[in-house]
Nanobody, 116 residues
Framework: QVQLVESGGGLVQPGGSLRLSCAASGNTGLIYAMGWYRQAPGMERELVANIVVNGVTNYADSVKGRFTISRNNLNTAVYLQMNNLKPDDTAVYYC??????????WGQGTQVTVSS
């Protein structure tokens, strides 16, 4: 099993920055991709960005040029640097790890609020 713990959320003004972190533990050798999703009130959970073990990244159009996903070399942590934040970025952000046999595990979520 793999466990994920997020940190780094909070309240920030529009135009500000936050950095989210996610630490993975357990059988991390099974992880072949990690990513960040978000869910705003009344909305479905959506992909923000993900990164595969070979380093290939993928971003939602709404965050391209503003957010950067990265990971450590051991594939036990993933980060999301969020710049030029907008009120529409307000959501609960979830870390996710992709595992074999189409399994996915989730963190508990961290709240990001962008407001003046």
């Amino acid at each position: 099993q793999v466990q994920l713990v997020e940190s780094g959320g909070g309240l920030v003004q529009p135009g500000g920055s936050l950095r989210l972190s996610c630490a993975a533990s357990g059988n991390t050798g099974l992880i072949y991709a990690m990513g960040w999703y978000r869910q705003a009130p009344g909305m479905e959970r959506e992909l923000v960005a993900n990164i595969v073990v070979n380093g290939v990244t993928n971003y939602a159009d709404s965050v391209k040029g503003r957010f950067t996903i990265s990971r450590n070399n051991l594939n036990t942590a993933v980060y999301l640097q969020m710049n030029n934040l907008k009120p529409d970025d307000t959501a609960v952000y979830y870390c996710s790890a992709s595992l074999p046999q189409a399994r996915r595990t989730w963190g508990q979520g961290t709240q990001v609020t962008v407001s003046s």
